[in-house]
């Protein structure tokens, strides 16, 4: 079975202030991982997946984001956040092992840039 | 760019009403997922598709069913709507790849839909 958590409901920084969202993974052989944006009212937009490979993986809008097989973690990082990127964020996982084509959710991160 | 589209972004329905939400991608892509959305829940899918009518049950798929006869379509419907399906419908398409899923998945913008 595959899941994902994401343990913190919401992330609050100031604007230019570094931004992490965390994410941490259960699978049963090697992830894909994945993270989304949401900004109200829109659907999701793809931000950026690991497959394999380097272990640090950039994105859209300057975010980025660390694998970390050891912890099974996936963080989605910002150098400096801006108030745009107030959204809700969505970390993903499929498990290589899996017979079918299914992303498990985490439940949604909200971030608030203040100004 | 891909273009997911759904046909309505709010809708108010009745309960025991039938329910159609359509989706349409313009890429070409084989697979094809309906998720519903709903706070501190996230993404639960409700029924994928990997081919011009094929199906598959996803985690949530009870009260739910889907027809797929053109490969750009994929359709939802509601038999007979009840109120705790008033939630927030998204529609996901991705190609296929070898390796059976490292593509990512494209999303319509959202069906807020209200049963009352």
């Known amino acids: 079975a595959q899941s994902v958590a994401q343990p913190e409901d919401q992330v609050n920084v100031a604007e230019g202030n570094p931004l992490t969202v965390k994410c941490t993974y259960s699978v049963s052989g090697n992830p894909y991982l994945f993270w989304y944006v949401q900004y109200p009212n829109r659907g999701l937009q793809f931000l950026l997946k690991y497959i394999t490979g380097d272990n640090l993986v950039k994105g859209s809008y300057g975010f980025e984001a660390e694998f970390n097989k050891s912890q099974t973690s996936f963080h989605l990082k910002k150098p400096s956040a801006l108030v745009s990127d107030s959204a809700l964020y969505f970390c993903?996982?499929?498990?290589?092992?899996?017979?079918?084509?299914?992303?498990?959710f985490g439940a949604g991160t909200t971030v608030t840039v203040r100004a | 760019d891909v273009k997911v589209t759904q046909s309505s972004r709010y809708l108010v329905k009745r309960t025991g009403e039938k329910v159609f939400l359509e989706c349409v991608q313009d890429?070409?892509?084989?697979?094809m997922f309906w998720y519903r959305q709903d706070p501190g829940l996230g993404l639960r899918l409700i029924y994928f598709s990997y081919d011009v009518k094929m199906k598959e049950k996803g985690d949530i798929p009870e009260g739910y069913s889907v027809s797929r006869e053109k490969k750009e379509r994929f359709s939802l419907i509601l038999e007979s709507a009840s109120t705790n399906q008033t939630s927030m419908y998204l529609c996901?398409?991705?190609?296929?790849?070898?390796?059976?899923?490292?593509?990512?998945?494209?999303f319509g913008p959202g069906t807020r839909l209200t049963v009352t």
């Open positions: 993903a996982v499929r498990d290589t092992d899996g017979s079918d084509y299914k992303l498990s």
């Open positions: 996901a398409s991705s190609p296929l790849s070898k390796d059976r899923a490292s593509y990512e998945q494209y």
């Open positions: 890429m070409d892509h084989e697979n």
